[in-house]
Antibody, heavy 122, light 111 residues
């Protein structure tokens, strides 16, 4: 069974940094594109960032480009999101998500973790 | 402001059919067939139910169907059941730098 468990969320002041982690199990992590998707509680979803199996492709939403950095450690079956210069508008649940297809992206978010809440407030 | 436009809410009675629309542009829905739909129950993570515009994920009821015309995708749920009550999100690949976009979500209420 696919399991994705996010951690690292919390309350942080504007301008500060935070690192999210996602522990994956139940599938061959190294074979899949992985994504971070966020959601303001009760609102719509927003794709934040994605990374290919070998980190050869890395992409970011325009809203976080230059401030967030995605990375992965295939040996540890883990995905990370380093968030710098946090803003109030970054407040959201952050979900780790696995792509539907192995080897490359087929543009769908197949499995999701339960999310970790990031609150940016002074 | 979400990239794709969905109605904020729809409702229907048990047994009825409803359709949720999702409108984008020629850069996303109109230019690709990488359209998907996600169902999210309160307090839960989203679940992929439709991909490639109209393909159902494994285990998803055939009461759920997807379609696309021009820049608008649609999700139809037939034979509404109480358990269908949830927040529904549409998504599309986009040829812009952002790569993947979502709608603002549609709250389905089963009366």
């Amino acid at each position: 069974e696919v399991q994705l468990v996010e951690s690292g969320g919390g309350l942080v002041q504007p301008g500060r940094s935070l690192r999210l982690s996602c522990a994956a199990s139940g599938f061959k992590f190294k074979d899949y594109v992985m994504h971070w998707v966020r959601q303001v509680p009760g609102k719509g979803l927003e794709w934040v960032s994605g990374i290919s199996w070998n980190s050869g492709y890395i992409g970011y939403a325009d809203s976080v480009k230059g401030r967030f950095t995605i990375s992965r450690d295939n040996a540890k079956n883990s995905l990370y999101l380093h968030m710098n210069s946090l803003r109030v508008e970054d407040t959201a649940f952050y979900y780790c998500s696995k792509d539907l297809c192995s080897g490359g992206t087929c543009h769908y978010f197949d499995s999701w973790g339960q999310g970790t809440l990031v609150t940016v407030s002074s | 402001q979400s990239a794709l436009t969905q109605p904020a809410s729809v409702s229907g009675s048990p047994g009825q059919s409803i359709t949720i629309s999702c409108t984008g542009t020629s850069s996303d829905i109109g230019g690709h067939n990488f359209v998907s739909w996600y169902q999210q129950h309160p307090g839960k993570a989203p679940k992929l139910i439709i991909y490639d515009v109209s393909s159902r994920s494994s285990g998803v009821s055939n009461r759920f169907s997807g379609s696309k015309s021009g820049n608008t995708a649609s999700l139809t749920i037939s034979g509404l059941q109480a358990e269908d009550e949830a927040l529904f999100h549409c998504s599309s690949y986009t040829s812009t730098s952002t790569r993947w976009v979502f709608g603002g979500g549609t709250e389905l209420t089963v009366l």
